[in-house]
């Protein structure tokens, strides 16, 4: 039977043998098989999102919106440990998240105490322009929200859109071109460029999911102080 990293089949020990080796993403498919929580997409998810991010981001404070169980924070951790510490926020905490951490921190010790979870909006995060904003598939209006946050500090960010709403989103006009869910990704994109922000457009393999456009941005300059 093919093992599809699309799955949202929960990773458990049976799974075990499909992560044989001692690289990094083996170590890790084995600790999240052993925290037998997490849909096998997400890992899979959150492995694409934060090695390409960190292909372009390093350091900083680590903050990921709407979070869910916090995987991603944890990889970013991983891939790079100048990063201090990682901040998750999300409105719902998932029951099984702390088991995730616990296990995670057992296999790497060096991570024990870094990620904080905190369960409230995300709009009363403050945010710095040292920090790392990411997102995994923050659900239609979040990602725009997400997007507004890290623009308005001048943060750098990663943000995997999902969940387009055709009826709501701005598509800016693009719809007779190219398909709904594109324009609005597109708009988006243009936005953020237009807040001085440079941009790389990636993808994540299709196979892990159709909603697959990763969105990377930083800032040209830093925020200018305000004038008195």
Request: aromatic residues 6%; glycine residues 8%; contains cysteine.
């Amino acid at each position: 039977m093919a093992f599809s990293h699309g799955s949202r089949s929960r990773l458990n020990l049976r799974a075990l043998p499909r992560f044989a080796g001692e690289t990094l993403f083996a170590k890790l498919g084995r600790a999240v098989c052993e925290a037998d929580c997490l849909p096998r997409k997400e890992l899979y998810e959150a492995w694409e999102v934060a090695r390409r991010a960190r292909r372009y981001f390093r350091g900083g404070r680590v903050i990921d919106l709407a979070a869910g169980h916090g995987l991603l924070a944890f990889v970013l951790l991983l891939l790079d440990d100048s990063s201090p510490c990682a901040l998750c926020v999300d409105i719902r905490k998932p029951a099984s998240a702390s088991r995730l951490a616990s296990v995670l921190s057992q296999h790497w010790p060096r991570l024990a105490g870094r990620v904080q979870y905190l369960v409230q909006p995300l709009a009363t995060v403050q945010l710095t322009a040292d920090d790392l904003v990411v997102s995994a598939h923050a659900c239609g209006p979040l990602t725009d929200e997400v997007l507004g946050l890290a623009a308005s500090a001048r943060a750098r960010l990663a943000v995997l859109p999902c969940c387009h709403n055709l009826a709501t989103g701005d598509r800016g006009g693009l719809e007779g071109w190219i398909e709904g869910d594109l324009a609005i990704d597109a708009v988006r994109a243009l936005a953020l460029r237009a807040r001085g922000y440079r941009l790389r457009t990636q993808l994540i393999p299709d196979t892990i999911t159709p909603q697959n456009r990763l969105l990377l941005g930083e800032p040209l300059q830093a925020r200018l102080p305000l004038q008195l």
